[in-house]
């Protein structure tokens, strides 16, 4: 089955730094990379995700970049915000129906932005 | 919030008692998940219901039974807690051909 591993586990920047957190999957065949973000007490909340057709995508702060020849994606927040504050969580999926859309996680990354 | 609640939101119950928890959705989507959120572990994929009386397991099924008897339903049926089975439990829900999750509010168990 598939395999994610995510790093690091915490990682604490000063506001208005750049924040970088790094996923590797095991299996070729997943196509579908999705971010989600935990605040305390909440469940996940998707922000960002890509699929295996594009190298890149940005959303405002946020961006997401897909190397599929090494496996790995990766979650760039700019300009860093104390609200960026949470828990990050990769994840990885074959994009069809056959799999059952089901999505394997990363252990989480916890981001402390520093004011 | 794709329209998900989660009840209860907090239980108590002791080892060897038999604890539902149910989980809800109002927009019709077939594809529903049940996780567990540990420390050290992130999410990890208990069972999951593919349509009305279609489950199957996920990576940590043993302990576990699910029923999806109509389609906003999605019960998970702890038969006899164990400690072991102290967690955040999330349930979510897929947007068919999207392979988007949302998850819901989730409920803390805590078995003494």
């Known amino acids: 089955g598939e395999n994610v591993e995510q790093h690091p586990s915490t990682l604490s920047v000063q506001e208005g730094d750049s924040a970088v957190i790094k996923c590797t999957y095991s299996?070729?065949?997943?196509?579908?990379f999705p971010w989600y973000k935990q605040e305390l007490g909440k469940g996940p909340q998707l922000i960002i995700d890509?699929?295996?057709?594009?190298g890149e995508k940005k959303d405002q702060r946020i961006a997401v970049t897909l190397n599929k020849t090494a496996k790995h994606f990766s979650l760039h927040i700019t300009e860093t915000q104390p609200e960026d504050s949470a828990v990050y969580f990769c994840?990885?999926?074959?994009?069809?129906?056959?799999?059952?859309?089901?999505?394997?996680f990363g252990k989480g990354t916890l981001l402390t932005v520093n004011p | 919030d794709a329209g998900i609640t989660q009840s209860p939101r907090h239980k108590v119950t002791e080892t060897g008692t038999p604890v539902t928890l149910r989980c809800h959705q109002t927009?019709?989507?077939?594809?529903m998940y049940w996780y567990r959120q540990d420390p050290g572990h992130g999410l990890r994929l208990i069972h999951y219901?593919?349509?009305?009386?279609?489950?199957d397991k996920g990576e940590v099924s043993d302990g576990y039974s699910v029923s999806r008897s109509k389609t906003e339903d999605f019960l998970l049926t702890l038969e006899s807690a164990t400690s072991s089975q102290t967690s955040v439990y999330f349930c979510?829900?897929?947007?068919?051909?999207?392979?988007?999750?949302?998850f819901g509010p989730g409920t803390r168990l805590t078995v003494l």
């Open positions: 927009e019709n989507h077939r594809y």
């Open positions: 219901s593919y349509g009305v009386k279609d489950t």
């Open positions: 890509i699929r295996s057709n594009v």
């Open positions: 299996d070729s065949a997943s196509n579908y």
């Open positions: 994840a990885a999926s074959r994009d069809s129906g056959g799999s059952n859309y089901k999505l394997t």
């Open positions: 979510a829900i897929a947007t068919s051909g999207t392979n988007e999750q949302f």
